[in-house]
């Protein structure tokens, strides 16, 4: 399935829904809504770790070049983060989900506040394999589940990452790169409950430079509460433990292939700033 959401034409400007760029940005704490998302049923709702990622979305295509700002978001659900970004000027935005309704969703978004998206059904990043990006940005399901297995349907799909969490989060990172542009970027945000000194190790095995972009404290959503229990069985969290840490990560393909000591081709680039400072919820 692949859907390309064109910006309406009109022949007098209409007035724009949500202003497509806020200046100056608030600090990355992903307490204010980037934009209003609607979502059919099923669908993850944006909420705290969406807008948390998408204040860093938005540093990172701001720095960069305006002719490089190629996007792809994995796991869009209704697409948030995809119109943030097709919010900025000069953004070329590709969106991917493996849920229709999620996609369905995500058009009648993009159509709704006249935003370009192209959308994809299909896994990660296999309707894309052979295209490269400046930027890949990801909210995967990450809430710890007793079932090893994944739904594939149902609202837990949105939620349910197996039995650390990191199921879909390992195989973003895996894929990632392999769409990622010369010095282009990786923007992954996930719960501190899942290890984030595993997210690092991971990436930089797949020789990517990676920090962490942005972090916040969070009061536990109505999922994570309703499996507390358990995850202080499994020692995931402290007893008592309500709230947890969401953190984005960035990671960036360096423009250097150390492995070969030669510098890669670099006319295809995004250029981006330094680190940025530290509803219905999970």
């Known amino acids: ?43 993850y709702p944006a909420q705290r770790d969406t807008w948390l990622l998408a204040d860093v979305l938005a540093r990172e295509l701001l720095a960069a070049s305006p002719t490089r700002r190629r996007v ?17 000027p000069g953004t070329d935005v590709t969106a991917v989900d493996v849920s229709r ?47 090893a297995s994944l739904p594939t349907r149902g609202a837990m799909r949105a939620f349910d990452g197996g039995p650390d969490g990191r199921t879909v989060i390992d195989r973003v990172i895996d894929s990632a790169p392999r769409v990622l542009a010369p010095g282009g970027c990786l923007l992954l945000v996930h719960s501190a409950i899942n290890g984030v000194g595993t997210t690092l190790e991971k990436l930089a095995a797949h020789g990517l430079d990676a920090d962490v972009a942005a972090r916040c404290e969070h009061p536990f959503g109505p999922v994570f509460t309703a499996r507390a229990a358990w995850l202080e069985q499994r020692g ?23 492995a070969r000591g030669s510098v890669e ?18």
Request: with cysteine.
């Open 72 to 88: 792809l978001e994995l796991c869009a659900g209704a697409g948030a983060l995809s119109l943030v970004a097709a919010g900025v």
């Open 101 to 147: 309704r999620a996609l369905v969703s995500a058009w009648a978004n993009a159509r709704r506040l006249g935003r370009r998206v192209r959308l994809h059904r299909g896994d990660l990043t296999a309707p894309v394999v052979g295209k490269r990006y400046d930027l890949v940005v990801s909210n995967p399901p990450y809430v710890p589940a007793a079932d």
């Open 265 to 282: 081709d670099t006319t295809d680039l995004v250029r981006v700033s330094g680190p940025v400072p530290a509803v219905q919820e999970r």
């Open 236 to 258: 995931l969290i402290e007893p008592g433990q309500r709230t947890e840490e969401l953190v984005v990560v960035r990671a960036r393909r360096p423009l250097v292939a150390a």
């Open 1 to 43: 399935m692949s859907i390309s959401v064109p910006t309406p034409r009109t022949t007098t400007a209409p007035e724009p829904l949500v202003p497509d760029v806020i200046v100056p940005l608030p600090a990355a704490d992903g307490s204010r809504p980037h934009l209003p998302v609607l979502r059919g049923p099923g669908v």
